[in-house]
């Protein structure tokens, strides 16, 4: 069963950072394409960043471009989010997904496993 749990939320500073992590299971993630999305109050999950099998392709949320980056680390299991210069409007539920095509998606329903999510609150 694949699982991915996510770690690194808080609560930070507007400007500060944060680096999100994802683990996920040994026997698919070299393979696969993640994604990065988050949820805030009363608001649709959206899309925030993706990165393909290899790590060689990467793609970003107008909203996070410049800001955030994402990596894959597979000899780890491993994607991360850094995220600079936050603000406010970035407090949100984060969340990491994994696609077995081993490519990244803005769509939700393209990825075939979710993390629990990780909470990220960015104080004014």
């Known amino acids: 069963q694949v699982q991915l749990v996510e770690s690194g939320g808080g609560l930070v500073q507007a400007g500060g950072s944060l680096r999100l992590s994802c683990a996920g299971s040994v026997r698919t993630f070299s393979s696969s394409g993640m994604g990065w999305f988050r949820q805030a109050p009363g608001k649709e999950r959206e899309f925030v960043a993706g990165i393909s099998w290899s790590g060689g392709s990467t793609s970003y949320a107008d909203s996070v471009k410049g800001r955030f980056t994402i990596s894959k680390d597979n000899a780890k299991n491993a994607v991360y989010l850094r995220m600079n210069s936050l603000k406010p409007e970035d407090t949100a539920v984060y969340y990491c997904?994994?696609?077995?095509?081993?490519?990244?998606?803005?769509?939700?329903?393209?990825?075939?496993?979710w993390g629990q999510g990780t909470q990220v609150t960015v104080s004014s």
């Open positions: 997904a994994e696609a077995a095509s081993g490519y990244y998606y803005s769509r939700r329903d393209l990825y075939d496993y």
